[in-house]
Nanobody
Framework: QVQLVESGGGLVQPGGSLRLSCAAS????????MGWYRQPPGKQRELVAT???????NYADSVKGRFSISRDNDKSTVYLQMNSLKHDDTAVYYC?????????WGQGTQVTVSS
């Protein structure tokens, strides 16, 4: 089993920044992809960004140029730096880890963008 624990969510004004972190523990395989999804109020869960073990990122069009994903393989941790936040970025953000044994999810952290 894999456990994922997110941190760093909160309330921020439009145009502000937040940094999310997610630490993985348990039976982590050497090759995996980590990432972030989000679920806005009343909407379906959607991809935000993913990053492979070698550091190759993939972003949703809605966050390109504003968000940056990175990872520390030694710490089994993935980060999401969110800049120029908008009202539409308000959502519960979920960390994921995908490996040969399946996809695992964190419990989510709330990000609210409001003035």
């Amino acid at each position: 089993q894999v456990q994922l624990v997110e941190s760093g969510g909160g309330l921020v004004q439009p145009g502000g920044s937040l940094r999310l972190s997610c630490a993985a523990s348990g039976s982590i395989f050497r090759f995996n992809t980590m990432g972030w999804y989000r679920q806005p109020p009343g909407k379906q869960r959607e991809l935000v960004a993913t990053i492979s073990r070698d550091g190759t990122p993939n972003y949703a069009d809605s966050v390109k140029g504003r968000f940056s994903i990175s990872r520390d393989n030694d710490k089994s941790t993935v980060y999401l730096q969110m800049n120029s936040l908008k009202h539409d970025d308000t959502a519960v953000y979920y960390c994921t880890l995908t490996q040969a044994s399946g996809r695992y999810w964190g419990q989510g952290t709330q990000v609210t963008v409001s003035s």
